[in-house]
């Protein structure tokens, strides 16, 4: 089985920028991947930001955006905000059923 | 509004048996592809089984620590999921989720998990 690995934690100030990444096992990801990234707050179900790579819901705040990025998904907080603390989850999908989440990045905002 | 309210979980020995639901309001269920992710307490996201549509056949995949142990089935009339969890082991300790996503995504990636329900905990313990 894939694993699907994602930087455990990191810090960006009020107001700044910040990447998060999502890498595969199995080598490059690519949009055939059907990249996702769910944010999670404490004691709460996961909520979808971002499906297919680059796509947003309606209730994806502007501020976030979805992308490839040297073989990996990527997610890029723009202008964080402090409700923006949260578990970020990447998931991966690999022939059909096969799908992986990866470990989860923990983003604190100070 | 689109709903995933998921019930049945609760404190069950290992070795025993326990089946959670999840019921669906705002969308044609009958049209989805539903998936059930489970959690470990402070863990992260762990995919556990999807069931098509009846439209698109109706069968079940599951991921390797469940596969025939749990399974997965739907009752369209009812507009609910379900997910018979049996031979439980401490490790199947976790929140249970719901997921679905849109139908039309599904035929293009295979999966979809845009809309989430509140979960259900799932305690495995003598």
């Known amino acids: 089985q894939a694993v699907v690995t994602q930087e455990p934690s990191l810090t960006v100030s009020p107001g700044g920028t910040v990447t998060l990444t999502c890498g595969s096992s199995?080598?490059?990801?690519?949009?055939?991947?059907?990249p996702y990234w769910f944010q999670q707050k404490p004691g709460q179900a996961p909520r979808t930001l971002i499906y297919?790579?680059?796509n947003k819901h309606s209730w994806t705040p502007a501020r976030f955006s979805g992308s490839l990025l040297g073989g990996k998904a990527a997610l890029t907080l723009s202008g964080a905000q402090p409700e923006d603390e949260a578990e970020y989850y990447c998931l991966l999908s690999y022939s059909g059923a096969h799908v992986v989440f990866g470990g989860g990045t923990k983003l604190t905002v100070l | 509004e689109v709903q995933l309210v998921e019930s049945g979980g609760g404190l069950v020995k290992p070795g025993g048996s326990l089946r959670l639901s999840c019921a669906a309001s705002?969308?044609?269920?009958?049209?989805?592809?539903m998936s059930w992710v489970r959690q470990a307490p402070g863990k992260g996201l762990e995919w556990v089984g999807r069931?098509?549509?009846?439209?698109?056949?109706?069968?079940?995949d599951y991921a390797a620590p469940v596969k025939g142990r749990f399974t997965i089935s739907r009752d369209d009339s009812k507009n609910t999921l379900y997910l018979q969890m049996n031979s439980l082991k401490t490790e199947d300790t976790a929140v249970y989720y719901c997921?679905?996503?849109?139908?039309?995504?599904?035929?293009?990636?295979?999966?979809?998990?845009?809309?989430w329900g509140q979960g259900t905990m799932v305690t495995v313990s003598s």
């Open positions: 997921t679905t996503g849109s139908p039309s995504y599904i035929a293009v990636a295979g999966n979809a998990f845009d809309i």
């Open positions: 199995t080598g490059a990801v690519t949009s055939g991947h059907y």
């Open positions: 297919d790579t680059s």
């Open positions: 705002g969308f044609t269920f009958s049209n989805a592809w």
């Open positions: 069931i098509k549509s009846k439209t698109d056949g109706g069968t079940t």
